[in-house]
């Protein structure tokens, strides 16, 4: 396949380093138009205020991203949060802190045994059911009614 001359500039590695160091200066002086404005677009292709525009358009765009995203951050900024009287009582954190009753421990089919926390117990599952849960084991002689 034949090679198509290219006629466009040729850009010396010298004069991109000069372009992006001049860019940065304006950039951090703030000396240059607002990306895609009149002005901007005004400016030669290789005016360094150029590059410095579209240095800080490419830096707000990491800060904020796009536009509808920095409306929406600004709007959450302003949203006020909700006033301490309208949180949680006293007595709703009070409920929510008390302990919660223990999980039972249940063995599974097909499973070895399993220890059950804080005892020395181990539940075992054998023939299809759950052999040694409370209401399978024989009560001592002390808890049976008497007769």
Known sequence: MPTVPYDGPHIDPADAVQLWAEA??????????????????????????RLAG???????????????ELIRFLRDARTPLTPL????????????AKPKPPHEVVATPGWPPIRVPGTHMW?????????DLPHNRPRPA??????
């Open 123 to 131: 539940r075992h599952h054998l023939d299809g059911r759950q052999v």
């Open 85 to 96: 009287w309208a949180r949680r009582t006293e007595a709703e954190l009070a409920e929510l």
């Open 54 to 68: 579209a240095l800080d358009a490419a830096e707000m765009w990491r800060k904020y991203g796009d536009e509808e």
């Open 142 to 147: 002390h808890y049976q009614e008497a007769a």
């Open 24 to 49: 940065r200066t304006l950039y951090f002086a703030g000396d240059f138009p607002k990306y895609a404005s009149p002005a901007w677009l005004a400016l030669h292709p290789d005016d360094p205020k």
